[in-house]
């Protein structure tokens, strides 16, 4: 039994300083309710109240219990608004981890959306690469991350929000483009998603060998598809220009120093630039899936539970 097991009634004494106003009080009959009283106070060991005072006072030890009953109940009552606030998400925090091109494109938007929705909830954004995001995410520093290449690891779990298609961006006043006009595709193609379907001829990258390429760094998932797809095609890419960043990687691309592979998420994002050709390419590494990842078997909490709601929800627009 535990040491304030019925502690209301002892309260209701306290308050009152009298057993007969406290037994009204509680619907219960006073022999009933000083009984109960002195049962607390055998199991005890010690008496709560010097019944030889009118009102009633408290002995010492009974001041240390109600001290310590009061501290019981604080924290009863902390629990009960927590269990509340919790349930209607008036309280919580999430770490978010993505890249860089989803920290600039897909997640202000989303985390405005669900601070709009949950303005209580604390929501920080951890922007990084690929590799330190997985490692975060597994030693517990992160919730949530959303990337594309971790869903084939086997200790996180996932849900897939889009579907994506690397793009490769050439400069328009490279002599190649003149050789392959029947390749090129317009950017509405990429905006509507009509690149990811079956009906769009590729390109043979081989046809690219001797060009400039503007390259993501190594760690980066862009920079890995890159060079396989580049070493199936038969050779390795000349690097012109290296990036931590897919937009700045863009950009030195549309100033003419060399070609990109590009992510279809920023294409449609960005306004449409005439000193650029875009292509299709012919191999399984162009396509990829954007995904929101946790740690397998974690227990996710409402937070957790209702940001993934809402990224399935927003992604249908992505």
Aim: charged letters at 30%; aromatic letters at 12%; hydrophobic letters at 35%.
């Amino acid at each position: 039994m535990g040491l304030f097991e019925n502690m209301d009634y002892v309260f209701e004494v306290y308050n009152e300083g009298s057993f007969s106003k406290a037994a009204k009080n509680l619907y219960i009959s006073q022999p009933s309710l000083s009984a109960s009283v002195k049962r607390i106070e055998d199991r005890l060991g010690y008496p709560i109240f010097d019944r030889s005072t009118k009102p009633l006072r408290l002995t010492e030890f009974g001041k240390k219990y109600i001290e310590s009953m009061l501290a019981v109940k604080k924290i009863e009552k902390d629990f009960a608004d927590y269990i509340n606030d919790y349930g209607g998400l008036k309280t919580g925090a999430l770490k978010f981890g993505g890249t860089n091109l989803v920290s600039s494109l897909v997640a202000p938007k989303l985390i405005s959306t669900f601070r709009a929705l949950y303005p209580q909830i604390e929501v920080e954004l951890i922007e990084g690469i690929t590799e330190d995001l997985e490692e975060m995410l597994d030693e517990g520093s992160l919730d949530m991350v959303m990337d594309y290449s971790m869903p084939y690891a086997d200790c996180f779990d996932y849900i897939k929000l889009a579907n994506e298609y690397l793009v490769l961006t050439v400069p328009k006043g490279f002599k190649i483009n003149e050789k392959l006009k029947e390749y090129t595709i317009d950017i509405d193609d990429i905006r509507n998603g009509k690149i990811l379907e079956g009906n769009m001829t590729p390109v043979p990258l081989s046809y690219f060998k001797d060009i400039p390429f503007v390259l993501l760094k190594k760690k980066n998932d862009t920079y890995k598809r890159a060079i396989s797809m580049c070493s199936d095609a038969g050779f390795e890419p000349r690097k012109i220009f290296e990036s931590a960043q897919q937009m700045t990687a863009y950009h030195v691309c549309s100033s003419g120093m060399g070609a990109a592979f590009v992510s279809s998420m920023l294409l449609s994002r960005v306004p449409e630039n005439p000193n650029l050709v875009y292509y299709k390419l012919d191999s399984d590494l162009s396509r990829r899936e954007l995904c929101l990842l946790w740690k397998k078997e974690r227990y996710l909490t409402r937070t957790m539970e209702e940001f993934k709601n809402l990224a399935v929800r927003e992604s249908k627009n992505w």
